[in-house]
C-alpha cells in the first residue's frame, strides 16, 4: 500500500501537467494574449474578442494613466502611482484572474489583457546554476524535509490502513484455523464465533454445521462402537459356559471312544472354545475400563522368563531359535501377565502359519528411550496386500481361512492392543520379502 500511494502520487503529477497542456491552448488567455493582438499604436488594437470571451483589456501609457479600458477591469483607476503600479504588476498572481502584460517600446504603453482564473494551481521545479551553493542547499534541503516528511505522514497512514485491514482478515482466518485445529485433535465441541456479516460470516456457519455434523456422526459412531463392544461381550460370556461343558464332555467321551465324530466334536469345541476367550479379551481390552497392572520389571530379564517357558514348545514343533538379549538390566513400567500373552502370540503365530525348520530370532535394543524387541522369522512371510491390515481383528496371513491352522485373526489385534496399553506399539516391519519381522517398543524408565 506505501509503493501504490507514492505510485499514485507520482501519477497525479503526471497526469496533471498533461491535463495542464491539453487544455492550455483551448483557454481563453491563451487564445487572446497580449502579443496576439498588441499593435504599435494602441487606437489600432481590436479588444472585441478579448472582451466578448469574458475578459477586459487596459493600457498604461509612460506616465502611468489608463488610457484605454474595455470589459473587465481589475485596475478601476484612470491613473496609477508608481508604487502601485509596482504592487499591481509583482502580486497580481495572488489575484483570481489572469494578467498577461506586455509592453509596447515604440508606442511607449503597457498592454494589460484580463481574464477571469477558472482554476489555477501554480507548481513549478526551476533551477539555475548561477545560484550560490548556499541557496542551492537550502532550498534542497527544505524539499528534501517535505518530501521526507510527506513519505513519514504516509507511510503512518498506510501502516494504519494496512493493520486495520489485515486485522478484518487475520484475525477471522486464525480463529477458523484454531476451530480447525481443535476438530482435527478430536475436539469436536470446538465451534467458531466471529461476530461478522459479510462472507467471513457465511464460512462461519459452514464450519460450525460442518463441526455439528461431525459431532453427530462421531457420537453415533461411539455409541455404535459400544454397543458392538458390549454386544459381544455379553454374548462371549454367555457362551463361554456351554462351550466348555461341550469341550469336558467331548474330552470324556473321546477317552472312551476313538469315534471320528466325536473327535471332531472334541477339536472343533476347542477351536470355538480358544476364539471365544479371545474374542472376549479383545472386547475387554476395548472397554474404557480396561487398564494393566503395571510394575517396574527388568524386561531383559522378563525376556528371558517367558521364552525359558516358550523354548520347549518351538522344539516340539521342529523350530529353530535365536536369542539376542542383552546381559545389562533395562527397566520398564510393565504388565508381565499381559506381556507374556502379547510373546506367546508372536510366537503362536509364527509356529502356526511357518514350516518346520524356521528360525525364530529375538533380539532388545535401546533406542530413544525405548526398549525395541525385534520377533523375526524367515519363514514364508506376509503377503504385501496384507501387510496394512494384518493388526485388524479376524484378519489372517491364511485367507482361505484354512481351519486346520487354528488361527481366529485376533492374536495381532490383541497383541497390538497390549503393546499400545504399555505406551509403546506393535509394527510390521520390511524384512526384504523373506519372512517377517514384528516389531515392540516400550517406554524405558
Known amino acids: 500500500m506505501f509503493l501504490l500511494f507514492i505510485l499514485a502520487t507520482v501519477l497525479a503529477f503526471v497526469l496533471i501537467s498533461v491535463a495542464s497542456s491539453w487544455i492550455a491552448g483551448s483557454l481563453a488567455k491563451n487564445r487572446y494574449s497580449a502579443s496576439a493582438i498588441m499593435k504599435e499604436d494602441y487606437r489600432q488594437i481590436d479588444t472585441s474578442a478579448v472582451v466578448e470571451n469574458g475578459g477586459g483589456v487596459q493600457i498604461v501609457d509612460k506616465d502611468l494613466r489608463v488610457v484605454y479600458s474595455s470589459g473587465v477591469d481589475t485596475i478601476r483607476k484612470d491613473k496609477l502611482s508608481i508604487q502601485e503600479f509596482t504592487a499591481f504588476l509583482t502580486e497580481n498572481k495572488s ?7 506586455l509592453y509596447q517600446p515604440k508606442g511607449e504603453f503597457w498592454l494589460i489583457v484580463t481574464f477571469p482564473t477558472s482554476i489555477r494551481l501554480d507548481f513549478a521545479l526551476v533551477h539555475n546554476k548561477q545560484a550560490s551553493s548556499g541557496d542551492l542547499l537550502r532550498a534542497g534541503g527544505a524539499i528534501a524535509f517535505v518530501v521526507v516528511s510527506y513519505l513519514i505522514i504516509l507511510a503512518f497512514f498506510t501502516f494504519i490502513y494496512s493493520r486495520g ?26 465451534r467458531v464465533d466471529l461476530r461478522l456479516k459479510n462472507e467471513f460470516a457465511e464460512l462461519q ?6 463441526a455439528d455434523r461431525i459431532e453427530q456422526e462421531i457420537a453415533l ?15 462371549s460370556h454367555d457362551l463361554k459356559n456351554p462351550l466348555s461343558s461341550i469341550q469336558g464332555y467331548a474330552e470324556l467321551l473321546c477317552q472312551k471312544s476313538q469315534s471320528p465324530e466325536l473327535k471332531a466334536i472334541y477339536q472343533n469345541s476347542q477351536r470355538a472354545n480358544r476364539l471365544l476367550n479371545q474374542l472376549f479379551e479383545l472386547s475387554k481390552m476395548d472397554s474404557p475400563d480396561f487398564s494393566l497392572k503395571l510394575v517396574k520389571e527388568d524386561i531383559c530379564e522378563t525376556l528371558r522368563r517367558i521364552y525359558g517357558e516358550i523354548v520347549p514348545h518351538l522344539e516340539s514343533a521342529g523350530f529353530q531359535y535365536e ?9 520398564v513400567m510393565l504388565d508381565a501377565g499381559n506381556f507374556g500373552r ?20 529375538v533380539s532388545l535394543t535401546v533406542q530413544n528411550n525405548m526398549a525395541v524387541i525385534d520377533f523375526s522369522d524367515d519363514g514364508i512371510g506376509i503377503p504385501s496386500n496384507l501387510a ?4 485388524k481383528p479376524f484378519v489372517r496371513a491364511d485367507d482361505s481361512r484354512n481351519s486346520q491352522t487354528g488361527g481366529s485373526g485376533l492374536g495381532l489385534s490383541i497383541a497390538k492392543k497390549i503393546a499400545q496399553a504399555h505406551g ?5 516391519c520390511e524384512n526384504g520379502g523373506k519372512g517377517c519381522t514384528f516389531r515392540i517398543t516400550i517406554p524405558i524408565i
Open 165 to 190: 485491514t489485515a486485522a478484518k482478515i487475520t484475525i477471522p482466518l486464525k480463529k477458523l484455523c484454531d476451530g480447525t485445529k481443535l476438530l482435527r485433535e478430536g475436539d469436536y465441541s470446538a
Open 323 to 331: 536369542f539376542n538379549i542383552p546381559e545389562d538390566s533395562c527397566y
Open 424 to 428: 509403546g506399539d506393535l509394527t510390521l
Open 388 to 391: 496394512q491390515d494384518i493388526f
Open 221 to 235: 459412531r461411539r455409541k455404535s462402537e459400544e454397543d458392538r463392544r458390549r454386544l459381544i461381550l455379553d454374548i
Open 205 to 210: 456457519d459452514t464450519f460450525n454445521d460442518m
Open 95 to 101: 489575484n483570481p484572474y489572469h494578467y498577461d502584460i
Open 342 to 361: 502379547l510373546i506367546q502370540n508372536l510366537t503362536d503365530n509364527a509356529v502356526r502359519y511357518n514350516p518346520a525348520g524356521t528360525t525364530i530370532s
